[in-house]
């Protein structure tokens, strides 16, 4: 069975700071990634996501995230971080041809005005 | 375009007891996902219904069932609920077809088990 591993739980920064957040995943296969994002007293909504082409993705608010196949990683990235940024951010997989995507536990981000 | 609903939105119950979780999808879409997710951790996948079918399912006991009604809305249904079974449970509606795999959640439901 896959799993996917997001490696920093919480993170904290100050506006106008850099974000990477990490996501590993474990599938040898065709891969589907999307990053989800929960703000504060609302529901998970997608970010972004990645089928194929580009590795480099654009999603809602500035963020972006690279897949990297020889890696397993699909990083979300954002180059400067605003207080509205704060939120639990979650990295999903869905193996190709499947209907069961594997989602990560999360990261917490908390940015600080 | 109405988001995605469910209800209750918190419920209480006690072990052994059966519970029954509803979700509305969004309009115009035609596939459920069901998601447990405990405190602190992400969502697991309990099943996904298409056309009233389940047509996928995870690592759940068959305690855990669902139902699909023709106009989509959802059920999910858990007996002979047990402690671990407290948790935030999530309905994700989406439109089979279009290749987006892109799902809408709603805004949960919380179980506690007592």
């Known amino acids: 069975a896959q799993s996917v591993s997001q490696h920093n739980h919480h993170v904290i920064l100050s506006e106008a700071a850099s974000l990477e957040l990490g996501c590993n995943y474990s599938y040898g296969g065709t891969v589907n990634l999307f990053w989800y994002v929960q703000y504060p007293g609302q529901h998970l909504q997608l970010l972004l996501k990645?089928?194929?082409?580009?590795?480099l993705v654009k999603g809602i608010k500035g963020f972006e995230a690279e897949f990297i196949k020889s890696k397993f990683s699909f990083n979300l990235r954002k180059p400067s971080v605003q207080w509205s940024d704060t939120a639990e951010y979650f990295c999903?997989?869905?193996?190709?041809?499947?209907?069961?995507?594997?989602f990560g536990r999360g990261t917490s981000l908390i940015v600080h005005p | 375009e109405t988001g995605v609903t469910q209800s209750p939105t918190h419920l209480i119950k006690t072990r052994g007891q059966q519970v029954t979780l509803r979700c509305s999808s969004q309009?115009?879409?035609?596939?459920v996902s069901w998601y447990q997710q405990a405190l602190g951790q992400g969502p697991q996948f309990i099943f996904q219904y298409y056309r009233e079918e389940e047509n996928g399912r995870g690592n759940f006991p068959p305690r855990f069932s669902g139902l699909q009604f023709p106009n989509y809305s959802s059920e999910l249904n858990v007996n002979a609920l047990e402690l671990d079974d407290s948790a935030l449970y999530l309905c994700?509606?989406?439109?089979?077809?279009?290749?987006?795999?892109?799902?809408?959640f709603g805004p949960g439901t919380r179980l506690t088990v007592t």
């Open positions: 994700a509606s989406s439109l089979s077809g279009t290749g987006t795999y892109e799902q809408y």
């Open positions: 999903a997989v869905l193996p190709g041809g499947s209907y069961i995507p594997t």
């Open positions: 990645y089928f194929s082409g580009d590795p």
């Open positions: 309009s115009g879409h035609n596939t």
